[in-house]
């Protein structure tokens, strides 16, 4: 569990706005009264000031038309004091001297770039995410950190490293989960390090998957030719194991059907013909004996 000094967070909560539609249409209703006065005014200065105020206020109120889109909130501010979120879709309206920030609270898709990290090996390895997050509280994002869209890549970035460093890239002791083998464990395991570190900033994690993962350039050709080597190995051993049952099996049949009697040493010979015909390379020579079995 990461701790975090004690801050004073901010949390999201509905403002108190009004329906835009109304306030645009009284607004244009006055216009025209408005001007009436003051053109038909004569000079007086009873009806030019009362147009001039009505004017004024018209266009006061019109400055506090704001709209909001699907999946957006705007923040409300009163000279720096947070009066909540508007997430309405649609015209609306506030009074005009309260500060509106829009912030998006959709999901984002972003793709980290490749870092080249130490695994629990120590082996140098290139590897980055794919993370979808979105915005869940709009207060926390604007208002307790600095900028909410550096502060998520940057944290995706130091929760790779450490991510990274505790899993081998592939060959972990036994039973041990690696960063290649284990891609949804390492997955769950980067979604929740990542949800942890940006909760501050009201930040949901949807998803997050690793989105590239090779071993670093100056070490990848040695690794390669331990992989051949070990993949090698394991035919190897898929060739033997074979090979060896396909033998026992020839003797026991032989045997059991009376086909021929060898001694110790002529089922040896057999054993050993048999395992250089059935491991080689390449496809074995027969020699075919013209005398008996002995000679």
Known sequence: MIERPAVNQTMERPASTGSGILILLLSLAAFAPAIWLIVTSGGEAL???????VLTLASLALCGLYTVQPNQAVAITLFGDYRGSDRRAGLRWVLPWYTRKTISVRSRNVTSDRLKVNDRGGNPVEIAANVVWRVEDSAKALFDVDNYETFVSIQIDTALRDIASHYAYDHGEEHEPTLRADAE????KLRGELSTRV??????IDEARLAHLAYAPEIAGAMLRRQQAEAIIAARQTIVTG???????ALRLLSERGVVN???ERKAAMVSNLLVVLCADREAQPVVNAGTLYS
């Open 47 to 53: 009806p030019i000031v009362g147009g001039s105020v």
């Open 185 to 188: 464990l390492v997955a769950d």
């Open 199 to 204: 909760a501050v900033a009201g930040i949901v």
């Open 243 to 249: 090979a060896v049952s396909m033998v026992d099996n």
């Open 262 to 264: 060898l001694d110790e």
